[in-house]
């Protein structure tokens, strides 16, 4: 294991030298919308804590003057630079706080808070005071937003979205050589987590995600096959018991029990806009209920806690990858 770090420590440098500066203008085509950068942004807002993340692990955060829409504490590795950066607001900020920023781009980690009816502004509108806007192609590259605001996946997430999305963060700010260094170190990461599991030799496992719930006794938000989460399960031969192709569909708590599956992965998140944001009345919901507290996995005490950002297609999916692994593992799953 140690010559693969080593190798891949080696592949991060080589992939990092043969980056080239970025020749503007630079024009991309995001999310059907053709975009043009005439020079690096010298001021972003970034709306997203995934699309902050990126922008903070690709040593941006200079460039970084205002966010909002959190879920949880940035990653403690970025607390002394985030401490620094203005949030705008916990959720969802208002149009005019973000162009008195006066930033070059506004990047969006959804198109529903940026896009044809953005919630935060349109494109156009953005536009129109001269300000670019960038949405990750994670939110958008084989997903359909037109309906709800979650939207619907054509086909599955893979982490190959997240690399094109960091490569093309790397392209606009030109910094190519630290955004190919990261790409090859979550890659090194995600491929010693897989064969990690591998060796496991795990069968017949499956596994729900419960994101959150609009009260604790209404239908909880469930990961869908072709998220994020579904991309973790499915890298780790785990079967989701959900089979919506939406990205966070509701489903009765009935339909799950009935499932009966391995292991519940619950999201903890600092956010509170719903009663199921709170991580110990998911908890407590699961033991108290008398249809959730009949399921295998809260009698075995199989329920996973992993970061809401870890089931979303941002950097931490890889934590989310290896979290879950070791988490089968702990519960002597393996053959």
Same mark, same amino acid.
């Given at each position: 294991?140690?010559?693969?770090? %080593?190798? %891949?420590?080696?592949? /991060?440098?080589?992939?990092?030298?043969?980056?080239?500066?970025?020749?503007?203008?630079?024009?991309?085509?995001?999310?059907?919308?053709?975009?043009?950068?005439?020079?690096?942004?010298?001021?972003?807002?970034?709306?997203?804590?995934?699309?902050?993340?990126?922008?903070?692990?690709?040593?941006?955060?200079?460039?970084?003057?205002?966010?909002?829409? +959190?879920?949880?504490?940035?990653?403690?590795?970025?607390?002394?630079?985030?401490?620094?950066?203005?949030?705008? /607001?916990?959720?969802?900020?208002?149009?005019?706080?973000?162009?008195?920023?006066?930033?070059?781009?506004?990047? %969006?980690?959804?198109? +529903?808070?940026?896009?044809?009816?953005?919630? #935060?502004?349109?494109?156009?509108?953005?536009?129109?005071?001269?300000?670019?806007?960038?949405?990750?192609?994670?939110?958008?590259?084989?997903?359909?937003? !037109?309906?709800?605001?979650?939207?619907? &996946?054509?086909?599955?997430?893979?982490?190959?979205?997240?690399?094109?999305?960091?490569?093309?963060?790397?392209?606009?700010?030109?910094?190519?050589?630290?955004?190919?260094?990261? *790409?090859?170190? =979550?890659?090194?990461?995600?491929?010693? /987590?897989?064969?990690?599991?591998?060796?496991?030799?795990?069968?017949?496992?499956?596994?729900?995600? +419960?994101?959150? !719930?609009?009260?604790?006794? =209404?239908?909880?938000?469930?990961?869908?096959?072709?998220? %994020?989460?579904?991309?973790?399960? !499915?890298?780790?031969? #785990?079967?989701?018991?959900?089979?919506?192709?939406?990205?966070?569909?509701? #489903?009765? +708590?009935?339909?799950?029990?009935?499932?009966? !599956?391995?292991?519940?992965?619950?999201?903890?998140?600092? &956010?509170?806009?719903?009663?199921?944001?709170?991580?110990?009345?998911?908890?407590?919901?699961?033991?108290?209920?008398?249809?959730?507290?009949?399921?295998?996995?809260?009698?075995?005490?199989? *329920?996973?806690? =992993?970061?809401?950002?870890?089931?979303?297609?941002?950097? &931490?999916?890889?934590?989310?990858?290896?979290?879950?692994?070791?988490?089968? /593992?702990?519960?002597?799953?393996?053959?």
């Amino acid at each position: 294991m140690r010559a693969f770090y %080593a190798l %891949a420590a080696l592949t /991060a440098f080589a992939t990092a030298a043969e980056a080239e500066a970025t020749k503007y203008p630079l024009t991309l085509e995001n999310c059907g919308v053709e975009v043009t950068f005439d020079k690096a942004p010298a001021s972003t807002v970034s709306l997203g804590q995934a699309a902050t993340e990126i922008l903070y692990s690709l040593d941006l955060a200079d460039k970084v003057a205002g966010t909002g829409v +959190w879920f949880s504490d940035v990653l403690p590795r970025f607390a002394e630079v985030n401490a620094k950066v203005e949030r705008l /607001a916990d959720n969802d900020p208002s149009f005019e706080s973000i162009v008195a920023k006066r930033p070059d781009v506004v990047i %969006a980690q959804y198109e +529903w808070h940026v896009g044809p009816q953005g919630i #935060v502004g349109t494109r156009e509108q953005f536009r129109d005071l001269g300000i670019n806007t960038y949405i990750l192609p994670t939110d958008c590259v084989g997903k359909d937003n !037109s309906k709800g605001s979650d939207g619907t &996946r054509i086909e599955p997430f893979t982490t190959e979205t997240l690399y094109e999305t960091i490569t093309e963060l790397g392209q606009i700010f030109d910094d190519q050589d630290k955004a190919a260094a990261l *790409v090859a170190d =979550l890659r090194a990461r995600e491929a010693a /987590a897989k064969e990690k599991v591998a060796a496991m030799k795990i069968d017949d496992i499956s596994a729900v995600f +419960w994101f959150s !719930s609009p009260e604790l006794d =209404l239908d909880p938000y469930v990961a869908g096959r072709k998220g %994020a989460p579904g991309y973790i399960m !499915s890298v780790l031969g #785990v079967k989701n018991v959900v089979e919506s192709d939406e990205e966070w569909p509701t #489903v009765g +708590w009935e339909t799950i029990a009935r499932a009966n !599956s391995t292991v519940i992965v619950a999201a903890e998140m600092t &956010r509170r806009r719903f009663e199921a944001d709170d991580i110990e009345k998911k908890k407590a919901f699961l033991a108290s209920d008398p249809v959730a507290s009949q399921m295998e996995a809260v009698k075995k005490n199989r *329920v996973v806690t =992993l970061t809401s950002d870890s089931m979303e297609p941002g950097i &931490r999916v890889i934590s989310g990858i290896e979290e879950l692994a070791n988490a089968l /593992a702990s519960y002597g799953l393996a053959q």
